[in-house]
């Protein structure tokens, strides 16, 4: 008997898994594409009825597929699906999140709400913030820009560029990015821990200018680099560990260990807002689940308060520390909660628990 096709006829060219919804497939129902199924319309129905339900949480052709050159932070609305219940109560049970289908392919990510165009406004902005203040929400203010800093002080020049970018110096931005990065990707020996963070912060920078403000070739780049990266991520924080961990209580140790956990952070968020524009899922999803997160993010702009309660610290991992939010007191939240908060949680949840203008 010969092979009957299932799949609709884009899926099909593009060699993608189908989910066989009728009349219109979720992938081309995102994508906003003529769907048409070589088989008989009542064939996919009930194909669908038995199906493993991989993409069961599609989402409507608002969240079509993205490109982040052409479109401002206004346009995005795809959500990251952590506010999804389900699957927070695997992240919260498993510590691991199980984001493979049965048949082994990524499950897409859920959601229809602002939360992600926020988050994306956000990560946007921090390139011109640090030129305008010299700080973001994962470089602070009191960090030695001197010998151990000097990839965040070229990188301030890059940021620079970035807000003054138009379409006669873009290539030479990005070409003086690309040596940059060139530099920064080799493994340095003997390197202290600050140079370490201030490479992995500029690093953070560059890939959020070629995300927002590159074009395809840049964003190109982002994906071939992603595994390296990453990797350097995790290796600064496990070095972090191992250094800082017997290390004195002092404030300027706090900062130094929490810079590091918040570049890691926003790292991944930003290779997860590229995952999700282009191919509508979230790999970094079993990572993100476990990276740590001060409970005391106040101590971030207070030395006092530091000193007055440094003995209450606590580091938990990142669904930990979004649960417990939810069940304290509502309160002001810097700008770092903020964007672990609305990607986690969702925006409706974080403007009703500390108040739409906290979040401006």
């Known amino acids: 008997m010969p092979f009957q096709r ?8 593009g060699r993608r898994k189908c989910d066989l919804a009728f009349p219109v497939c979720g992938r081309c129902q995102r994508n906003k594409r003529e769907c048409k199924y070589a088989s008989t319309p009542q064939s996919h129905t009930d194909e669908t009825d038995h199906s493993n339900n991989i993409d069961h949480h599609r989402q409507p052709s608002s969240t079509a597929s993205l490109d982040l050159h052409s479109l401002s932070s206004d346009d995005f609305a795809i959500d990251f699906g952590l506010n999804d219940s389900r699957l927070i109560g695997e992240l919260l049970t498993q510590n691991i999140p199980n984001v493979v289908g049965e048949l082994g392919d990524v499950q897409p990510v859920a ?3 602002q939360s992600w165009k926020w988050v994306i406004g956000q990560l946007k902005q921090y390139p ?7 700080e973001s929400p994962f470089i602070h203010k009191t960090f030695d820009h001197g010998l151990d800093g000097e990839a965040v002080r070229t990188a301030f020049g890059i940021c620079a560029g970035c807000v003054c970018l138009n379409e006669v110096n873009q290539s030479m931005l990005f070409a003086a990015l690309d ?3 060139a530099k920064l990707l ?3 020996a003997g390197s202290s821990l600050r140079a370490d963070l201030s490479r992995m912060q500029a690093i953070v920078l560059y890939q959020i200018i070629r995300l927002f403000y590159g074009d395809t070739k840049q964003k190109a780049i982002v994906e071939q680099q992603h595994d390296h990266i990453t990797a350097s991520a995790l290796r600064l924080l496990h070095r972090a560990n191992a250094e800082l961990g017997a290390a004195p209580p002092t404030w300027e140790t706090w900062i130094l260990a929490e810079s590091i956990r918040r570049t890691v952070m926003i790292a991944f968020l930003v290779f997860s807002v590229y995952s999700i524009s282009k191919h509508g899922v979230c790999p970094e999803l079993p990572t993100l689940s476990v990276l740590p ?3 005391k993010q106040e101590f971030w702009t207070s030395e006092t308060t530091y000193l007055l309660h440094c003995d209450e610290e606590q580091i938990v991992k990142y669904p930990v520390f979004t649960s417990l939010w939810l069940a304290a007191p509502p309160r002001i939240l810097d700008p770092f909660e903020k964007v672990i908060l609305v990607a986690c949680k969702g925006i409706e949840a974080v403007e009703a628990l500390s108040g739409p203008d906290s979040l401006t």
């Open 293 to 295: 997160v001060s409970m």
């Open 179 to 181: 040596m940059e990065m």
């Open 128 to 134: 011109g913030e640090f030129v305008q203040r010299v």
């Open 186 to 188: 080799d493994l340095v």
């Open 111 to 113: 959601g229809t709400t």
């Open 6 to 13: 299932k799949s609709c006829d884009a899926c099909f060219s």
